[in-house]
C-alpha cells in the first residue's frame, strides 16, 4: 500500500484544515488507518484512528472533539477534518495503514506497517 497525504499549509488559530491520504491498491478497505503528527524536536504521536470498516474511530485526548476522522472505501481515502486548530496542533501530519488494528496498541507508531510521506500544518496565533 502506497499513501500519498495532501491538505496541509498555513491557518490562522481557529481556523479548520482538512486532511485526505490516498492509498493505491485494492485492498484499502481491509487496513485500519491512522493520523500521527510529529512536531520540531518532539517524538511522533497518535492523533486519530479508524477500523477497516469505518465504524469505530479513536482519538487523542488532545484532539478529541476538534478532529475527526472518516473514510470513504470507494475513493480509497482517509481525512482528518481539523476544527479550532491551536497553535500547538503545529506539526508534520502523517497518515498511515494496518492489516490488523489492536485496540491496546492503536496510538503504538510500531503497529501501522506503511506510511505516507506527511504533511505540514502550521497554525498561526
Known amino acids: 500500500v502506497q499513501l500519498q497525504a495532501s491538505g496541509g499549509g498555513l491557518v490562522q488559530a481557529g481556523g479548520s484544515r482538512r486532511l485526505s491520504c490516498v492509498a493505491s491498491g485494492r485492498t484499502f478497505r481491509s487496513y485500519g488507518m491512522g493520523w500521527f503528527r510529529q512536531a520540531p524536536g518532539k517524538e511522533r504521536e497518535f492523533v486519530a484512528a479508524?477500523?477497516?470498516?469505518?465504524?469505530?474511530?479513536y482519538y487523542a485526548d488532545s484532539v478529541k472533539g476538534r478532529f475527526t476522522i472518516s473514510r470513504d472505501n470507494a475513493k480509497n481515502t482517509v481525512y482528518l477534518q481539523m476544527n479550532s486548530l491551536k497553535p500547538e496542533d503545529t506539526a508534520v501530519y502523517y497518515c498511515?495503514?494496518?492489516?490488523?488494528?489492536?485496540?491496546?496498541?492503536?496510538?503504538?507508531?510500531?503497529?501501522?506497517?506503511?506510511w505516507g510521506q506527511g504533511t505540514q500544518v502550521t497554525v498561526s496565533s
Open positions: 479508524i477500523r477497516s470498516s469505518g465504524g469505530s474511530t
Open positions: 498511515a495503514a494496518s492489516s490488523s488494528l489492536i485496540l491496546s496498541t492503536i496510538r503504538d507508531p510500531r503497529q501501522y506497517h506503511y
